[in-house]
């Protein structure tokens, strides 16, 4: 026999906190670069804002069927306050950040940077850094670097919302050296080079 | 609303297939807020400078840690607040100037309450040329911790691996801008 339970939340019962939610059992997401962003120029910085859900297909069913539950709203536009990422709802969210880093340039200080804002967008602050680097304009490498980030959100919406974005950052070279943010057209077709994994692992902490 | 509480919840066999007691904690190393460095040649050091992340902005947590009890980390040595079947991401940013063809870390655990350890993973990098080089090393592993506490408590740290030079370092935390960090997410019962 099948035995079912039905419940809205699954709590502790020595925290009091929410274990599982029924109504947001899973939100999980994927967006990948969708272009090669390359240059910024020396010592300055880029806010990402070409991203993608990611939509793989292997012979017409999608790999990760994203997004689960409710998705991430990715960037708009190419300014530097609307290129944010929004949450869904709230909650504790693990970010995951993949950086394909393709570089012919004597520049061994680059780095994509997460930022936060607790303002709905107003104002952003560094919360962590995936550096990458490379030492010689002449040979063409790649390197993948990756990190992993924590954050809780308390508020999607109005004047408090959390929302975060990913800056590319370089210290060396002229606009005409290689040196990117690998992207991809269209995963689709093509395999995932740089992206952000996003996922619910629990609920928001007052 | 109709809410359950309990412990834990085990299937008809009597097995625990989930509890929920949450547990997610994430450490940053930090030194001289700009970078840890080993001072001359390291290798098999116990990696020591970390403190829970405590990133806010404007007096405001955006982290909240720990969730749960939380870990305990004494010097470099890292123990579970209960059991459980736990995922370690381990994120090494590194800051290089010289030659040396393989360095980084050693992640290794302890089955019985610290004498002795076992070298689970290694996290590497290389760099040819005496240049300034910025770059992360990342790696996720699973431990089952069967046991906190006794001569059986699981353990675990990362040590330094094969730094021939002064100038090979790991990155901390420079201002808000986290560098080298440990996220721990336990993700069920102990198996």
């Known amino acids: 026999m099948v035995s079912i ?21 899973l ?3 994927c967006f990948y670069v969708n272009a090669d962003i390359s240059n ?8 990402i804002h070409q991203w993608s859900r990611a939509n793989h297909t292997a012979n017409s069913i999608s790999i990760g069927n994203f997004p689960i539950g409710a998705g991430l709203t990715g960037p708009s536009g190419s300014g530097s306050t609307v290129n944010c990422f929004s949450f869904p709802t709230p909650g504790y969210y693990r970010l995951d950040l993949t950086w394909v880093h393709l570089t012919r340039n004597d520049n061994p200080n680059s780095s994509l940077d997460i930022s936060v804002s607790i303002d709905n967008g107003s104002n952003y602050t560094t919360y962590g850094v995936v550096s990458s680097g490379h030492t010689s304009g002449t040979h063409t490498v790649n390197h993948t670097s990756c990190g992993t980030y924590f954050i809780n959100v308390p508020s999607v919406t109005g004047s408090s919302a959390v929302k975060f974005r990913i800056t590319f950052t370089r210290t060396y070279g002229s606009a005409s050296d290689l040196d990117q943010v690998n992207g991809t057209a269209n995963t689709a077709t093509t395999a995932l080079k740089s992206y952000l994994l996003s996922q619910r692992i629990g609920e928001a902490v007052a | ?25 994430r450490w ?7 970078n840890r460095n080993f001072n001359g040649a390291s290798d098999g050091e116990t990696i020591v400078e970390w403190e829970r992340d405590d990133f806010e902005i404007n ?13 305990s980390c004494i010097n470099g040595i890292w123990s579970f607040p209960r ?42 990098h290389a760099n040819v040329e005496v240049d300034n080089l910025h770059h992360t090393v990342s790696a996720s592993h699973f431990i089952n911790v069967s046991s906190i506490e006794g001569s059986t408590a699981v353990y675990f740290k990362l040590e330094s691996y094969g730094m021939d030079d002064s100038n090979v370092s790991f990155k901390g935390d420079s201002g808000d801008a986290r560098g080298t960090s440990v996220s721990i997410t336990k993700l069920g019962p102990a198996v």
């Open chain 1, 5 to 25: 339970l039905k419940v809205d939340e699954i709590q502790n019962p020595s925290t009091g906190s929410t274990a599982i939610n029924v109504k947001t059992p």
């Open chain 1, 27 to 29: 939100v999980i997401d």
């Open chain 1, 40 to 47: 910024p120029g020396a010592s300055v910085s880029s806010v």
């Open chain 2, 1 to 25: 609303m109709n809410a359950l509480l309990v412990e834990a919840i085990q299937d008809p066999a009597g097995t625990e297939i989930f509890d929920t007691s949450l547990e997610i904690d």
């Open chain 2, 28 to 34: 940053k190393l930090i030194g001289n807020n700009v």
């Open chain 2, 59 to 71: 007096g405001t947590s955006i982290l909240k840690l720990p969730i749960g009890t939380g870990m």
């Open chain 2, 83 to 124: 059991k459980g079947l736990y995922k370690i991401d381990i994120m090494l940013v590194m800051q290089v100037q010289a030659n040396d063809a393989e360095y980084g870390a050693k992640f290794k655990v302890s089955r019985d309450s610290g004498s002795t350890y076992d070298e689970y993973a290694r996290l590497y």
